[in-house]
């Protein structure tokens, strides 16, 4: 069962101005989930050894990213399926950190994506140099370890026939990666981002999408950070940027049946009229 804190840690932050609903059902899409590994999400991993040595503010608990965390992982497997049944692409990134510490090299470089112009004048700066950068402290999804193995059960819900693997070694997975080449390739038009953490590679994620011109949406349920300030932070970041934040997976349209979805949506207003699990119906 949900913890109470998870339920906060899934609606921190939403306001009015964050969607109650939001129709893709006439898009091209993808869904990008981000880093669903043991070291993020297993008792024993990377956060989990850092939450129990750790506290917050005196009338806090321990930080509990395995009771927060695991959470997401039954909402991102119903919108992924959910997106395959729209024929829609499903990417699952996963981090390998560390490699140039094992090959004897120096730090890497933070490798920001530049605004254009047409950025600049719609308030998108892009990510700061934190973003912009990797991950250079204690050792986390190193390459072959336990740590980045994906979370078991999240492993679960990918499927081999359709899905696709795309490894990165920047917070960004846009950073030396194929991800645009991929996104492209199948023309797509909205990505959906979600995983962990909200506030580092999703963030760091779907600011570079918004820059490269895709149409960003973050179901906001499907997402989780080590805290609650952390991630109303990484909401007001993102919707900065151009993304959309989206109460929760179920409120995306995505048109589950395409034949239905053809016959029943207006062409005028464009309003989801078919059985999906929208909150629209």
């Known amino acids: 069962m949900p913890t109470e804190d998870s339920k906060l840690n899934a609606t921190d932050g939403l306001d009015d101005q964050d969607l109650q609903h939001l129709d893709l059902s006439r898009e091209n899409i993808a869904l990008v989930v981000i880093d669903m590994q043991n070291d993020f999400l297993a008792e024993g991993g990377f956060l989990h050894k850092m939450a129990s040595g750790r506290k917050q503010k005196k009338k806090e608990q321990k930080l509990k990213p395995l009771a927060l965390g695991t959470d997401i992982v039954p909402r991102i497997a119903e919108l992924a399926a959910r997106c395959r049944r729209h024929g829609g692409s499903v990417v699952w990134i996963t981090s390998v950190y560390g490699e140039w510490r094992l090959k004897g090299l120096p730090k890497p470089k933070p490798q920001p994506l530049l605004p254009k112009k047409q950025d600049i004048a719609q308030g998108r700066t892009g990510n700061d140099t934190l973003h912009a950068g990797t991950h250079c402290g204690k050792k986390c999804c190193e390459r ?18 359709t899905d696709v693997f795309v490894e990165k070694h920047y917070y960004s997975a846009f950073t030396d990666t194929s991800l645009h080449a991929l996104l492209n390739e199948r023309k797509t038009s909205s990505v959906l981002f979600c995983g962990v953490t909200a506030n580092m590679c999703v963030q760091a994620s779907a600011t570079d999408a918004c820059l490269l011109g895709f149409k960003v ?65």
Do not use: Y
């Open 144 to 161: 072959d370890s336990w740590g980045a193995c994906m979370f078991a059960p999240m492993a679960e819900a990918v499927d081999s026939s």
């Open 217 to 281: 949406a973050v179901p906001w349920d499907c997402t989780w950070a080590s805290s609650s300030t952390a991630k109303s932070k990484a909401r007001r970041a993102l919707r900065r940027q151009g993304a959309l934040i989206v109460r929760d997976g179920t409120s995306i349209c995505l048109g589950d049946d395409p034949n239905v979805n053809r016959r029943m949506v207006s062409p005028t207003t464009s309003t989801c009229k078919t059985a999906c699990l929208c909150a629209c119906v």
